[in-house]
């Protein structure tokens, strides 16, 4: 019997995928992905990137401590601020080139990162789908919203595909 | 004599370590924040080569590209784009602007050498 999903559900299936390589690409280890709004972990920095497209509108948000957000690195670094920046950046272009398969074309934002203590992501009036990541050093809570056209009908199409992340092409 | 390689990111952390694996190398760095400031800097002259991101704030990488490639002296200045972007569309529009070459973030510091090399015609100088 064939599944059904919607195309929200498999944005959120896309965007949990992004989140789990992006933990891998810097730790090197896979990370403890759940479905659970947790409010346990120290949120002091976040940041937010938008995807947009004429089928499609989402927020991706990153979420964690700074130590954590530091950890998530291959060498040495000193400004969180920046760096969580970067990370939801890529947080959101895996999604995108993810979302490439279905012949979605969708144009990201610059990022706009914030910092405080104890900051807390709430959903917003849109469909929210909100991960919480564990790893070595910490955890992170990673969050999209999504307004999707109720037509939209997310088919993988084989010919369409981006390029692998850590790809190089000379031209 | 070691050439001259722009980093082109608005990330502070991205150029500090595309610019560490190449000063590793032997290259020498300057960094530019945006597309608008990458354009100023490659005006003054004396770039070797670039490295750029796609999506930045004032003026996108793409856009950079365009702008520098339409100036004369620039036909032969090896741009790459460095970026989480993976569309064949994108690509496409790079390539016709003028780009080199595009590598996709998260980046291997080998690969990434191996391309200024390559494009900037010297050996690294250590």
Known sequence: MTV??????????????????????????????????????E??????????SEEVSATVSLASSQEAALSLSTFPLACAHDWMGELANQLAGRLKNKLCAYGLQMNLSTPTTIQGNRLQLTSSALETFSVNAQFPMGGAIA???????????????PTESSSEE???ELF | ?????????????????????????????????DGLQGAELIAKGGIDCVICDVNMPNMNGIE????????????????????????????????EAGAKGWIVKPFKADLLVAAVE?????????
């Open chain 1, 4 to 41: 059904v999903r919607s195309a929200s559900e498999t944005i959120f299936e896309r965007f949990t995928e992004s989140l789990a390589d992006l933990i891998v690409s810097y730790t090197g280890s896979e990370a403890n992905i759940i479905s659970d709004f947790s409010d346990h972990l």
């Open chain 1, 43 to 52: 949120l002091e920095i976040t940041s937010i990137v938008g995807l947009s």
């Open chain 1, 143 to 157: 969050q999209i919203s999504l307004n999707v056209d109720p037509n939209l009908d997310l088919t993988e199409k």
């Open chain 1, 166 to 168: 850590g790809s190089l």
């Open chain 2, 1 to 33: 004599m070691s050439s001259n390689i722009l980093v082109v990111d608005d990330s502070a952390t991205v150029r500090q370590q595309v610019g560490t694996a190449l000063r590793q190398s032997g290259f020498n760095i300057l960094e530019a924040c």
């Open chain 2, 64 to 95: 950079m590209i365009r702008k520098v490639k339409g100036e004369p002296g620039n036909e032969n200045l090896p741009i790459v784009m460095l970026t989480t972007e993976g569309s064949k569309e994108l690509i496409t529009q790079a390539k």
């Open chain 2, 118 to 126: 390559k494009l900037t015609g010297s050996l690294a100088v250590s």
